[in-house]
């Protein structure tokens, strides 16, 4: 069994908040924009951090992270990447690594909108945890947990502070 907290566009900031939610998890996935890598540093002080790089990172969290990631937790194969958008709408670029990586899970980022949706088409769960900074046009903070046990995902949570 895995537990998981799930964050992106923390645009430089980690609300103290998100850290309590994080305490008990056994990593921290990121889906880009952090907004400088020092965001990164404190994420992995707390928990082993995966990540990816956003449209607004530079070339400090570039060079530490990569644009796409493909990874495996227990049975459950993950594609992480930060600009994805949602089932039926996704970036041409997403929707190409979904249909060739064929994941189980799909995390992205971006919009600033939390989303978790079944995509049948692809046979995956598609979660975007909203923005995690106080930068941006979201109305919350927002970050999301999550176990994974097997090849099964449940006890999904929401963090949801008011901006």
């Known amino acids: 069994m895995f537990h998981i907290g799930i964050l992106s566009d923390t645009h430089g900031y980690i609300h103290p908040r998100i850290v309590d939610f994080f305490s008990g998890v056994d990593e921290i996935w990121h889906a880009g924009d952090m907004g400088n890598i020092s965001i990164a ?3 992995h002080a707390l928990k082993p951090l995966r990540a990816v790089y956003g449209n607004i990172d530079g070339q400090d969290v570039r060079i530490e992270y990569p644009e796409v990631s493909v990874f495996q937790i ?3 194969k993950v594609l992480m990447t930060h600009i994805g958008g949602y089932p039926g709408r996704y970036d041409p670029r997403a929707k190409l690594i979904i249909e060739q990586e064929k994941p189980k899970l799909f995390v992205c980022g971006h919009s600033h ?3 978790v949706m079944y ?3 692809h046979n995956l769960l598609h979660i975007n945890p909203g923005a995690a900074g106080k930068y941006g046009i979201h109305k919350s903070i927002t970050a999301i947990r999550m176990m994974i046990e097997n090849d099964t995902m449940h006890d999904l949570e929401v963090l949801d502070i008011p901006k």
């Open 41 to 43: 540093h404190r994420l």
């Open 74 to 76: 227990e049975q459950v």
């Open 113 to 115: 909108i939390l989303k």
């Open 119 to 121: 995509d049948n088409k």
